[in-house]
Each structure stands twice: as C-alpha cells, then as structure tokens.
C-alpha cells in the first residue's frame, strides 16, 4: 500500500511540474508577443511590413534566447554571440524597413527589455511593501 502512495505521488509531482514548465512556456510567448507588437508599432510598420517581419523577428528572438541560455556563463563571449546575432538579422530586416529602421529594431528591443526589468522591480518593492 506505501508503495502505490508512494508511486501515485511521484507522478503527481512529475505531472505537476509538466505543467509548470508549460506555464513557464506560455509567459515567454507572452513577453515575446507583447515585444513585437511594442517594435511594430515603435517602428510604425505597416501591416505588409509587420506580416513579413513576425516571422523573422520570431527566428531572431528564438535564436537570441538560445544563445543567452547556451553562454551565460561567458559574458565577453555572449556579448559577442550576440552582435553576431543582431548584424545577422538586421540583414535580413533591411530590405523589408529599411536601413534606419533595421537598426533601432535592437535600440528597440532594449528599451523594451529595460521597461519589463522597470516594471518587474517595482512590482517586487510593491510586494515587500504590502
């Protein structure tokens, strides 16, 4: 009888935690959706110019994450990683907004980036003062 607690407890701790990682997978989509509609309109696309960058801006944010996962712990050669990243993309978002555009895409991002770490923080000091 221990054992079958014990059993149907691991799998519920397993399935448990499944479905947190989906969670976690769901608020990255989240963040991801909420920066490209802050860049499109940033950068005022047009709806012919948003369609045809969504499906680049995905690949680079994909690939951006992956590279900050896979040398975090290097920070001169991340940063590296990543301006290879970002002159890579700005290649290809060129001929869909233009050179100036292509480049505040990044300067973009940034500010979006440095709002969401704003808001976090202040959500935190909302929490400790309540």
Do not use: C, W
């Not at 397993?14 to 769901?26: K, L, N, V, W, Y």
């Not at 690949?59 to 940063?79: A, I, M």
């Amino acid at each position: 009888m221990k054992r079958i607690l014990y059993i149907s407890s691991l799998f519920l701790l397993m399935t448990t935690a499944a479905f947190a990682q989906d969670d976690a997978r769901g608020n990255g989509a989240k963040v991801r959706e909420r920066m490209e509609e802050y860049l499109q309109k940033r950068l005022s696309l047009s709806k012919n110019e948003a369609e045809r960058f969504s499906p680049i801006f995905l690949n680079y944010f994909n690939e951006l994450r992956q590279t900050n996962s896979q040398f975090r712990g290097d920070r001169l050669v991340l940063q590296q990683k990543i301006v290879d990243l970002r002159l890579r993309y700005r290649e290809q978002f060129k001929p869909i907004m233009g050179e100036k555009r292509s480049n505040d895409v990044f300067v973009f991002e940034h500010d979006f980036v440095n709002e969401v770490k704003q808001l976090r923080q202040e959500r935190i000091q909302n929490r400790r003062g309540n």
